[in-house]
């Protein structure tokens, strides 16, 4: 078995103290996904078009990692213990590491849609989900962890933005019940501990100063990809930044609109305030 599982654009050693990725953007449909759902509605929870919206970046010499597989195949920003037991054929084998994910059915492999539609008619095997971890969400961990480590060796410091989309509303399984409007932007650094304070103040207030919306760690704190990856004592910085959709496409018909080459020139400026502010000295 031959399918893709990353891509990184821009250089393979960051010539920037940033690395950006993007776990949620992938639809290339593994062989063995065995769900009842069409492609079409398995692309339900992907960050469309987050990937192209920050390309432009890698021209910056600030390498981008984007996950091909899609996010309701495997999760890349979970734990890879956080399984969801429920959706086993048998007893989990090793260390289980539960978020509270599962209640909603979106842990390390999603048991539903955000409609709360079942994406199998039959359990996993403990194998399946093993092969799963092995193939996709080991490989793509150990990318942006070299990736990282690399930048933060050659420059004392790194900057990671974990870059997400979200809906409008929030649906029906979502954190918090639905038809919850959403900000523009939502940044996530886990209460504060996934990076100094004034990483996440500084692109708050460059947003703000955008006309933008923006809530920090409402409905959204960051999961696993800032979590793992941090240490703002050593140098470290994560952030995760969710962007609503309706800024850049048609949600029903996973399309960009007239709104995304603004979004993208006001991405990249973003991009580049963040390199001349923290490019040569931490946060």
């Known amino acids: ?31 063995d996904f065995g769900s009842v759902c069409s492609a079409q509605a398995l692309r339900d929870g992907e960050d469309c078009f987050i990937d192209e919206l920050y390309q432009p970046c890698a021209a910056r010499g600030v390498p981008l990692l984007a996950a091909l597989f899609p996010r309701t195949y495997i999760d ?42 079942p994406i199998y008619d039959r359990r996993l095997s403990v194998a399946e989900v093993e092969q799963r971890i092995a193939r996709y969400h080991r490989p793509y961990h150990q990318r942006l962890q070299a990736l990282l480590d690399d930048a933060h060796e050659r420059f004392g410091h790194v900057l990671h933005l974990n870059c997400h989309s979200m809906n409008a509303v929030s649906g029906a399984m979502s954190e918090g019940g639905v038809g919850r409007p959403r900000a523009d932007f939502v940044l996530g650094d886990r209460d504060g501990t996934t990076c100094a304070p004034a990483l996440t103040a500084f692109v708050r207030d460059f947003l703000l100063d955008l006309g933008h919306s923006v809530k920090v760690n409402d409905p959204f704190k960051g999961v696993e990809l800032v979590r793992a990856y941090s240490n703002p004592g050593q140098g470290r910085h994560s952030l995760q930044l969710e962007i609503n959709k309706r800024l850049y496409m048609h949600p029903d018909r996973l399309e960009k609109h007239e709104g995304f080459d603004v979004l993208q020139a006001k991405l990249m400026h973003l991009i580049d305030a963040l390199l001349e502010k923290f490019g040569h000295s931490a946060p």
């Open 1 to 31: 078995m031959n399918d893709p599982v990353f891509t990184v654009f821009g250089p393979a050693r960051a010539s920037q103290a940033l690395v950006l990725d993007s776990p949620h953007s992938g639809f290339a449909m593994p062989e």
């Open 76 to 117: 890349a920003n979970r734990h890879p213990a956080d399984i969801d037991l429920a959706l086993l054929d048998g007893p989990w084998p090793t260390a289980h590491v539960p978020s509270g994910k599962a209640a909603l059915g979106k842990a390390l492999i999603w048991r539903t849609l955000d409609d709360g539609r």
